[in-house]
């Protein structure tokens, strides 16, 4: 039962690194460096990129949910004892999966659709609508780490 707990917690860290990544990436990383790009090239990477990363964060938000559920079935005892900061941590991850589904990734998804429409079109003004749902998805990724760090500091306070 020892091993079987071993790699659950393990996979369950790694999913939630992954999705705390992807996270700090289209936060830190790749927002800003879209402000440096010309019209065209954004617009590629738009349709490109995004649909791919947006994957990516779906797999790792369910599969961190999915673990998460598991450990809680394997280890009911750990979860009791640290009843209160573990209920924190899991509100605090509903709360950034919920910012996820419901802000960014329709963001995301409307950003590549638009992009692939003027890329289509030739049309080479700014949209007000891309950079509307870029700045949204942008807001949403950085709530989403703060929430996701909060949630790895609840991780090392209960020892799990």
Known sequence: MTSVLIILLSVHLLLALGWLGGELMTAFV?????????????????????PRAVRYVKWMIVGTGVTGILL???????????????????VLALIAAAIEVVVTTPSFKKMASLADALLKSGQQTPSPE??????????????????LVGVLVLMVITGL
């Open 30 to 50: 790749i927002g800003p460096g879209l402000q440096g790009m010309s019209l065209q090239s954004k617009r590629e990477f738009f349709v490109k990129v995004t």
């Open 72 to 90: 809680a079935i394997v280890t009911p005892s750990k979860v009791t004892a640290s009843g209160v900061v573990v209920s924190a941590g899991i």
């Open 130 to 147: 891309m950079a509307s749902h870029e700045k949204r998805a942008r807001r949403g990724s950085l709530a989403d780490t703060g929430l």
